[in-house]
Structures are given as structure tokens and as C-alpha cells.
């Protein structure tokens, strides 16, 4: 008989070895038993071809004691293998002569599942089972202690690990996993593309505004439909820069040593916009791109232009801020809100400051830029030096960005492809 012990009962009972066909499910925990039997039952059915099993009760046998061999030798005469399930209440010894021929031969076309109670190691059923090498008995006594919160392995515990106590540990697999992820699939740097989520693909966007003037059409002088057109006319007017951002995702792709070349991706933040645009650039040639979301109490879902071996989803700011540049080559960011500027100044800031080497940061949109950042009013201020003005360039279409990029690395003296 096999042996299986009470804490190894439900990975046993996942996969149970091929050549065994005779199970006996006992202990004291009955639902336990039925979910076992039952899991038993649908991966014979699925091995053997099956439809349905014949459950038969310990009463119905005691009026047919040669159902169960019947039922087992049925094989021959329909094919398949058929799946016979025997509920008992004990091991009475009408059971025992009932079961024992198929113990005795078991058969390779058929298969005996047995729920039976809190047997002891005495009874006359289990010390049948022994006998056998084709089958074996399933505890389920334990049950209730094996799935108790304080057994779950603290690795699989997910309660346990979203303690506040557990933040150290959540911060270092969120660091890991991604990292462990791109080194397996040999990435080596990115450029990272950041901008508006509200910036829409054109067509798109033009209906948005379509839609705002019929809207205030039908209530005329309403201040937030008023509002909600002149909106929709700033998005309209900043939406080729989602042509722009795909030009850029494409032209990036097509870089060093083309789509299959994995040493520099397109990486952004995963999300709508600007963000899926630059995914969609790569996505369009085949190549793979990286997505970097973050969980938000919105929830924000990926773009699907995304690799999806490459897309990723962050608890924390701090770690997707990580990820964002410990392997960027460059930094191109288009008009956006509070988290383009948020991404942007952080970068610059640890250039400025000489906490991360130098690399090119290039602003697409000039005339947002020179609108939303008055860096010559920084200067006169005093607040930053003359010199951190040329911490960044402009571009407006896809290839001065790329330009951008190449000449700042040629002046640099600096491989952007090693």
C-alpha cells in the first residue's frame, strides 16, 4: 500500500500516481473525505475517458453484494474505464467481501474509490488495503488542522504577508521580481517614455469633442458642459502627439539591432495615452516593450500593447520609480499632469545632484514645456544653477527625439548600445 500521510494528502490527491486505482478515503473530517473522493473522482473520469461515476451506498451493496465487481467488470463490455465510488459508514466485513476481489486483482481499466469513516488502523478495510500495491489510503483527519492559517506555509500565506510588519519583505520581492524578470529575458536598458493618459489617439479624441458640443448643444450655457468642450478642444489639439509617441515606439524598436534585438526596450508607465501609444509603436513591428503599472485605488488596467511577459504591476511608487531608471538609457516625456512632472523632476533632479550618471532628457511639445516650467525664472531666482537649464533638449516629432538621443550620446563619448 501506499503510504501517504496526513500533510501530504492534498498534493497527493492533486496528482496521484498513474498506476495506482484503488483509493480509500478515510478520517473523521467527512466533508474532507467527499471533497477528496470527489477530486479523485473527476481525475479518473479525465484519465480514463469517463463521463460520469456510479456512487453506490454501503445499504445498496448489502442487497447486491456483486455490484461492485459488476460494476468494475464493466469495462469489457462498454470500454473506457469506468469510475465506481463506494460510500460507507464503517468497515463492516459485507463491505470488506465486497470489495475484496477487486482489491485482490485490481483492475487496469477500472477505478474504486472508497469513503469510509474514522477508521482505525485495525479495521478490517484498511488492513485489506495493505495487502495491495495498486492501492492506497487517503487520511483526512488532519484536515482540520492542515488548513488552519497558522499551518499555511508563510511563503503562500498571503494574509500573513501583507502585515505592515512585512513591508521590508514586500519591498524586496516587488525589487526582485521585476528585475529577475527582464534579466531572464536579457534586457539590458530601456527608454523610458512618459506622458499624459489623457492624451488621446485622434480620431478618438475628435469624437470626445464631438460628443462634449452635441452635449452642450442640448443645454446651452451650461458651465461645465462649457467647460468640458474647451477640455475636449485642448485634448484634440494635443492628440498628434499620440502619432507622435507611436513614430517614437516604433523608431525605437527598429533601433540596434531591430524588433528582436531585447538591449533596449520602449518602457512606460503601462497605462492609456501617451504610454500606449509608444507600447503600440513597438507592437507594431513585432518587438517587445515593457509596461511599469502601478496599483491605484482607481484601477488603472494595462494597455494592450504591452509584452505580456514584460508588463508588470507595482504597490509601491518607490519601486516603480526604481525600475524606471536603473536601466534607462534616455528619458523622453511628452505633455502629461502630475505624473509626467513627478517622473520628469525626479530624473532631473537626480542627474542634477549626481545621484544617477548623466543620460539625455529630451521634452516632446515645446511650447507646453516652455508654458507648464518657466526654467529661466528658476535661474534668475537663484533657486537652480544657469548650467541645469541644459539638463534637457526639446524635440517635436519622433525623429528629432531620437536624434536627440543619438547626438547627446555621440558627444558624451558613450555607447548607447552595448
Known amino acids: 500500500m501506499v503510504a501517504v500521510k496526513a500533510h501530504e494528502a492534498d498534493r497527493f490527491v492533486a496528482a496521484p500516481p498513474e498506476h495506482l486505482r484503488l483509493f480509500l478515503v478515510y478520517g473523521s473530517d467527512q466533508g474532507a473525505i467527499t471533497e477528496r473522493a470527489r477530486h479523485l473522482e473527476q481525475i479518473a473520469l479525465k484519465r480514463g475517458g469517463g463521463e460520469t461515476a456510479t456512487r453506490i451506498g454501503s445499504d445498496e451493496l448489502s442487497s447486491d453484494p456483486g455490484r461492485i465487481v459488476d460494476e468494475v467488470q464493466s469495462a469489457s463490455l462498454f470500454g473506457g474505464e469506468p469510475v465506481v465510488t463506494l460510500r460507507v459508514a464503517d468497515g463492516r466485513h459485507n463491505v470488506i467481501g465486497a470489495v475484496a476481489p477487486v482489491i485482490d486483482n485490481p483492475p487496469d481499466a477500472a477505478w474504486l474509490i472508497i469513503e469510509a469513516g474514522d477508521l482505525a488502523a485495525t479495521s478490517p478495510l484498511r488492513k485489506a488495503f495493505e495487502k495491495s500495491d495498486r492501492a492506497v489510503a487517503v487520511p483526512a483527519d488532519s484536515e482540520r488542522l492542515v488548513r488552519t492559517p497558522a499551518y499555511t506555509r508563510a511563503d503562500q500565506d498571503i494574509d500573513f ?45 475628435r469624437r470626445r469633442l464631438e460628443d462634449a458640443r452635441r452635449a452642450l448643444a442640448e443645454k446651452p450655457g451650461d458651465p461645465d458642459l462649457e467647460r468640458r468642450v474647451a477640455v475636449a478642444e485642448r485634448v484634440v489639439a494635443k492628440s498628434p502627439y499620440y502619432d507622435v509617441a507611436r513614430q517614437l515606439g516604433r523608431r525605437i524598436a527598429e533601433a540596434g539591432g531591430g524588433p528582436d534585438d531585447p538591449r533596449v526596450l520602449v518602457a512606460t508607465g503601462g497605462g492609456p495615452g501617451i504610454m500606449e501609444a509608444a507600447n503600440r509603436g513597438a507592437h507594431d513591428i513585432g518587438a517587445p516593450s515593457i509596461g511599469l503599472n502601478i496599483l491605484l485605488p482607481h484601477e488603472q488596467f494595462p494597455n494592450p500593447y504591452i509584452t505580456p511577459d514584460l508588463c508588470f504591476q507595482f504597490r509601491y511608487f518607490a519601486l516603480r520609480k526604481m525600475h524606471f531608471l536603473m536601466r534607462a538609457r534616455a528619458l523622453i516625456a511628452f505633455p502629461g499632469g502630475y505624473g509626467t512632472f513627478d517622473e520628469l523632476f525626479e530624473t532631473l533632479c537626480l542627474i542634477q545632484t549626481r545621484k544617477i550618471d548623466p543620460l539625455p532628457v529630451v521634452l516632446v511639445g515645446k511650447e507646453f514645456w516652455r508654458r507648464a516650467v518657466d526654467v529661466d525664472f528658476l535661474a534668475d531666482e537663484g533657486v537652480i544653477a544657469p548650467q541645469d537649464k541644459d539638463l534637457f533638449t526639446f524635440a517635436e516629432t519622433a525623429d528629432e527625439a531620437w536624434q536627440a538621443i543619438v547626438d547627446w550620446y555621440r558627444a558624451a563619448g558613450r555607447e548607447l548600445f552595448e
Open 161 to 205: 504577508l501583507q502585515r505592515d510588519e512585512l513591508r521590508p519583505t514586500r519591498l524586496q520581492i516587488e525589487y526582485l521580481k521585476p528585475h529577475l524578470t527582464l534579466q531572464d529575458h536579457g534586457v539590458n536598458a530601456t527608454i523610458v517614455v512618459f506622458g499624459g493618459s489623457r492624451i488621446l489617439e485622434p480620431e478618438v479624441a
